[in-house]
């Protein structure tokens, strides 16, 4: 069973920067040498979308357009933690912020259909 905990959210004025963490424990995490992690995020009455995806073993990340250039995905694989800085923050960050992960990927995967482990989520709130 793989288990991923998500922290570092809160709140901040706009502008400012957070960086959240994912930290993965289970066997199932640990015994493959890559896997697909994502941040996603779902604001209030909107659907949930993917921000930033990095594969664990490759380093190759992507990003959403909306954060391209403001948000940084990165991993520590002794820790079996990604990171997601988020900088230059905006009110329309605001939201719930999830990490997911497809285990055993040799690439990435960018819809949430394919990520079949979820965190309980870490809240970001951002005023103006």
């Known amino acids: 069973q793989v288990q991923l905990v998500e922290s570092g959210g809160g709140s901040v004025q706009a502008g400012g920067s957070l960086r959240l963490s994912c930290a993965a424990s289970?066997?199932?995490?640990?015994?493959?040498?890559?896997?697909?992690m994502g941040w996603f995020r779902q604001a209030p009455g909107k659907e949930r979308e993917a921000l930033a995806v990095i594969n664990t073993g490759t380093g190759e990340t992507f990003y959403a357009d909306s954060v391209k250039g403001r948000f940084t995905v990165s991993r520590d694989n002794a820790k079996s933690t990604v990171y997601l800085q988020m900088n230059s923050l905006k009110p329309e960050d605001t939201a719930m912020y999830f990490c997911a992960t497809h285990l055993d990927s040799g690439g990435l995967f960018w819809f949430e259909e394919y990520f079949e482990y979820w965190g309980q989520g870490t809240q970001v709130t951002v005023s103006s």
């Open positions: 289970g066997y199932g995490y640990t015994t493959h040498r890559s896997n697909c």
